[in-house]
């Protein structure tokens, strides 16, 4: 199979830090179709040999696992190329469509790693140029738009010019490894579905925890906040994961339908409830590993007087027979105690307790970074002396050891899928759409109430109001249990 992958905005950051290394990996590992073309489009003009010059320069930055070699690079360099191109001038569009044509590839990818919105602005001049045909896939890089209404304007646009089927939205979430074990864990064996509903799990934790913070990216991080960063995609996308219904099969329409009526299933928002669920936070200085970090406010290219949240946690509740009443809390933030991204399913106690002490609930953790694995907590005997006393023990399951050599990268994975047209993990329009629908009450809410964000010392975990929002429902975050 031949293709022909496009990258808009070949020299900004996203290209050289995860997808040209993304690549570069599912090159090395054999797993790039061999007739493949890789083109990088930006304003610059610079020849493939000094395109190829420069990637080799930053790849010294990346933390691929293992650094290429120059025999290596070469030969991946191979398949490099570079074209100046000019976003909103048709020509420029002309020349690429030649381009493309002197051999007309299989598959052609489109992907638009850029500002998104330049989306409707590059989607109307592919289409104008007869850049559309269905052998051609465009992916769309997340943030989707600011809110509702932008989001559904560059789906209108995007629908305007491609099919559905055409259009890779990416969430590289559902590209890591332990999300895609997520199914298999729910839908690959019998042991948990009996037991994944709301008489037998008593609470669901998802964090996404990151110990950086908003680096050189002020400027973006600001106009988003954590809730339009982490929240409205990555942590709802794993949330539709968890609480799903069995899709009738692997296929992707069937998958994303039932995380639609999850989406669907979410106990809207009011000004009210937002007060009362929705913790939002900004951190203060502190240290991470020792080491002092300033606050927020004093970030680069951070207005001082900014009222944006680095910290979300939110409680929220799937109204459907499966999960009625059960809360699922959802937390991220910037500068936290660690990165740790977990899912945690907290089950019931047992019913009647006759052995002595005190009698500890099942919890699964789910875990996506660092490491990629699975925990079952249990209780267990001893054997010791005090035979009625029970110890918690718990099951490991670490996948990398599991499967050594056959782990890939969420961005390898997820363009290998689209080079080959598999749908599976990438986010439909009406899935995003009404994520959106979903957290804008929440963004109307906080516009109206001035007292802002909460400060929370940079090293923590969040601010405190967190800890008593799970705790009002008689439960605690994980690493409080
Ligand atoms: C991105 C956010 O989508 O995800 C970043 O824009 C965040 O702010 C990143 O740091 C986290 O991804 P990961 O894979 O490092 O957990």
Known sequence: MSFDLVFFGGTGDLTWRKLMPALF????????????????????????????????ERFQDVDTPKRPTEEEFSRFAEMLFYRRMDLSQPQDYARLKEWLEERRADTVVLYLA?????????????????????????????????????????????????????AFRIDHYLGKPSVQNLMALRFGNVLFEPLWRRESIAN????????????????????????????????LQLLTMIAMEPP????????????????????????????????????????IDGKPVPGYLDEQKVP????????????????????????????????????????????????????GGVSQPNKLVIKLQPEDGLELHLLAAKGALQHDLLSPVFLDLDFDKAFPTERVGAYERLLLDVIAGRLNLFVRSDEQEQAWRWVEPILQAWSLDTSGPRPYKAGS???????????RDGFAWAEEQ
Not at 27 to 55: C, N
Not at 127 to 137: K, Q, S, T, V, Y
Not at 252 to 273: N, Q, T, W
């Open 204 to 235: 669901i934790q998802i964090t996404l925890a990151e110990s950086i913070g908003v680096g050189t990216r002020g400027d973006f991080y600001d106009r988003t906040g954590a809730l339009r960063d982490m929240i409205q995609n990555h942590a």
């Open 25 to 56: 990996q599912a090159f090395r590992h054999g797993k790039l179709p061999a007739d493949g073309r890789i083109l990088a489009v930006a304003r610059d003009t610079q020849s493939d040999e000094q395109y190829r010059a420069w990637l080799r």
């Open 114 to 166: 850029t500002s998104p919105y330049l989306f409707p602005v590059i989607c109307e001049q592919l289409g104008r140029a007869g850049l559309n045909d269905p052998h051609i896939r465009v992916v769309l890089e997340k943030p989707l738009g600011h809110d509702l209404r932008s989001a559904q304007e560059i789906n209108r646009v995007v629908r305007s010019v491609f099919t559905e089927q055409q």
């Open 461 to 471: 975990w969040g601010p405190p109001a967190a800890s008593a929002l799970v705790a």
């Open 304 to 355: 001082a007087d900014s009222q944006t949240e680095t910290f979300v946690a939110l409680r929220t509740e799937v109204q459907n027979w499966r999960w009625a009443g059960v809360p699922f809390y959802l937390r991220t933030g910037k500068r936290l105690a660690a990165r740790d991204a977990q899912i945690v399913v907290n089950f019931r106690p047992t019913p009647h307790n006759i052995f």
């Open 248 to 287: 009738a099969s692997n296929d992707a329409d069937a998958i994303r339908d039932e995380k639609l009526k999850v989406l669907r299933s979410l106990k809207p928002f009011a000004m009210e409830s937002v007060l009362r669920d929705v913790v939002r936070g900004q951190y203060r200085a502190g240290a």
